[in-house]
């Protein structure tokens, strides 16, 4: 159910209002429910849901009439219309997974005149979603589909895909999915731009993308009363979250681990193969070597995401593809070193046969998640973060934050002292106001990003300078301010002197970190993440 104006879908479809709020669907069409009864059974059985925009449905009512899922939505607020904590816990409490879309006019109007950053828009709208949906109690690891809902025409395709790298660059790509007709989400899966695709018939021609997760098969039915859209599930983990779906069936994903210059091991050599899959010229030898880090950073910079020659969540995230029986390659490579890694002992040759299928299947089932056989995003991701990996510090960074005007605390203090560091004139006074605001525009300009005024994982990338003893300035005050997060009670005085190594050997040594007093990228990471 768009936010907006469905003026455009209603001359495609044929309206159908459904005794009982339910309706069977199958790929061939849309039959009538013999009675309500009967809907609600089958809408159970066969994975069916509904989207709407009208926060007066109760969960209570979604639930008597057999759907077992929602897609809600999150847009600029106010809002009456999109998702709250209390409505989630509601469906969640009935029992409902949820699955979170963002829709916003700022794409609506592209209809008009394409933005000319595209990127920087959906940066910004994937930042705003993220909030919002965690702000709703979702995981972390779930997904969030971005509406195209109009019929976009293949002269925006590259805007199209600009979009959604910037979409990627704040919430990482395995978990970046779209809404859209058939021609739109083929395009956005064909280019990799997507790891979810929620299809909608309209603009479809009765086409439909076997690799969308989600399909939007009928609009304008009746639910209790309320208007709402028909959704059929088309795996077992479509993004959902909460209730009975709560992910993929419960499963809480591990996180993706951090792979750094030095280490070794399997998951080195799987993402080795991945970066050759990209077309990078290194040996697949499970040692993270010069050459490897030369390659990542190469990657990195190709793709948008902060270049700091780290395999962590982003990358790891732009790295996956998704193999399945019949593919071949050095995609395929990776997957069976990842699978070997679990006692499958699969020859690492890069076809994807029965064997492999086996192995996928039977690790599949043990971790819990959907069994189709497809190493994707939420398979890759249990495959690689799960146990040891990478040997040499393999510590799991957490996310970076997001920090946005308004905020407080710490890491504003300590982003300010950075922005600082890198010539911006403003008091560093822990305030994310208008000054600090400006200042973080004028920077995201000046490196390339995506200029939306947020703090979030690509500017910290960006902002973060490798201090250590004997190191003086801006730079220290911020890596001191993060340290005293921890109760380390140091001056702030930008002074990196015996007191802040220690400070720093200690908080490396307590965070699984090699303990080298120099606080670069991954400690960055811990400090202001944590």
Same mark, same amino acid.
């Given at each position: 159910?768009?936010?907006?104006?469905?003026?455009?879908?209603?001359?495609?479809?044929?309206?159908?209002?459904?005794?009982?709020?339910?309706?069977?669907?199958?790929?061939?069409?849309i039959g009538l429910a013999q009675s309500a009864s009967a809907a609600s059974a089958a809408s159970s059985a066969t994975?069916?849901?509904?989207?709407?925009?009208?926060?007066?449905?109760?969960?209570?009512?979604?639930?008597?009439?057999?759907?077992?899922?929602?897609c809600r939505y999150l847009s600029w607020l106010p809002n009456s219309k999109v998702l709250t904590l209390s409505e989630a816990q509601a469906l969640t409490a009935a029992g409902?997974?949820?699955?979170?879309?963002?829709?916003?006019?700022?794409?609506?109007?592209?209809?008009?005149?394409?933005?000319?950053?595209?990127?920087?828009?959906?940066?910004?709208?994937?930042?705003?979603?993220?909030?919002?949906?965690l702000a709703n109690g979702m995981p972390s690891s779930r997904p969030i589909y971005f509406s195209v809902d109009f019929?976009?025409?293949?002269?925006?395709?590259s805007a199209l895909n600009s979009y959604f790298d910037g979409v990627a660059s704040v919430i990482g790509r395995s978990r970046t999915g779209a809404y859209g007709g058939y021609h739109v989400i083929r395009e956005l899966?064909?280019?990799?731009?997507?790891?979810?695709?929620?299809?909608?018939?309209?603009?479809?021609?009765?086409?439909?993308?076997?690799r969308a997760q989600l399909r939007q098969v @009928?609009?304008?039915?009746?639910?209790?009363?309320?208007?709402?859209?028909?959704? #059929?599930?088309?795996?077992?983990?479509?993004?959902?979250?909460g209730g009975k779906g709560g992910g993929g069936g419960g499963v809480i994903l591990p996180s993706w681990p951090n792979i750094t210059d030095g280490m070794t091991g399997p998951s080195v050599q799987a993402a080795q193969y991945l970066l050759r899959y990209h077309g990078a010229s290194i040996t697949a030898d499970g040692q993270f070597g010069p050459a490897t880090l030369a390659a990542t950073k190469?990657?990195?910079?190709?793709?948008?995401?902060?270049?700091?020659? @780290?395999?962590?969540?982003?990358?790891?995230?732009?790295?996956?593809?998704?193999?399945?029986?019949?593919?071949?390659g050095d995609d395929v490579r990776a997957a069976q070193v990842e699978l070997n890694r679990f006692g499958y002992g699969l020859a690492v040759d890069g076809s994807f046969g029965s064997g492999t299928d086996s192995a996928a299947r039977a690790f599949q089932s043990a971790h819990g998640l959907g069994v189709d056989g497809q190493v994707g995003p939420q398979t890759w991701q249990m495959l690689v973060g799960t146990g040891n990996g990478a040997s040499g510090g393999g510590t799991v960074a957490p996310p970076w934050p997001n920090v946005i005007d308004g905020d407080t605390g710490n890491n504003v203090l300590a982003a300010q002292y950075l922005l600082r560091y890198h010539g911006a004139s403003i008091t560093a006074d822990g305030q994310f106001g208008p000054a600090t605001l400006t200042a973080t525009k004028t920077f995201q300009s000046a490196h390339g990003l995506g200029v939306d005024g947020q703090i979030g994982p690509q500017t910290w990338s960006a902002l973060i300078v490798q201090v250590q003893q004997g190191s003086t300035g801006d730079d220290v005050r911020a890596a001191q301010v993060e340290l005293n997060k921890f109760g380390y009670g140091l001056a702030v005085d930008g002074s990196f002197g015996s007191g802040t190594d220690s400070?720093?050997?200690?908080?490396?040594?307590?965070?699984?970190?090699?303990?080298?007093?120099?606080?670069?990228? #991954?400690?960055? @990471?811990?400090?202001?993440?944590?």
């Open positions: 159910m768009n936010l907006f104006d469905h003026s455009r879908r209603l001359s495609r479809r044929s309206l159908l209002t459904l005794a009982g709020g339910a309706a069977v669907a199958t790929a061939a069409g994975g069916y849901g509904i989207d709407y925009s009208d926060a007066s449905l109760t969960a209570g009512s979604v639930a008597a009439a057999g759907y077992g899922f929602v409902l997974g949820i699955v979170s879309n963002w829709e916003s006019d700022g794409l609506q109007s592209w209809q008009s005149s394409v933005p000319s950053d595209p990127y920087s828009q959906g940066a910004g709208h994937a930042t705003e979603a993220q909030r919002q949906a019929d976009l025409q293949p002269s925006m395709y899966f064909d280019s990799g731009k997507i790891a979810w695709g929620w299809q909608t018939y309209a603009w479809s021609g009765g086409n439909w993308d076997s @009928q609009n304008d039915i009746t639910v209790a009363g309320h208007d709402a859209d028909l959704d #059929q599930a088309m795996a077992a983990d479509f993004g959902q979250w190469t990657f990195q910079s190709a793709h948008g995401l902060g270049v700091d020659g @780290q395999i962590g969540p982003q990358t790891w995230s732009a790295l996956i593809v998704q193999v399945q029986q019949g593919s071949t400070a720093a050997r200690a908080f490396q040594s307590a965070h699984g970190l090699g303990v080298d007093g120099q606080v670069g990228p #991954q400690t960055w @990471q811990m400090l202001v993440g944590s």
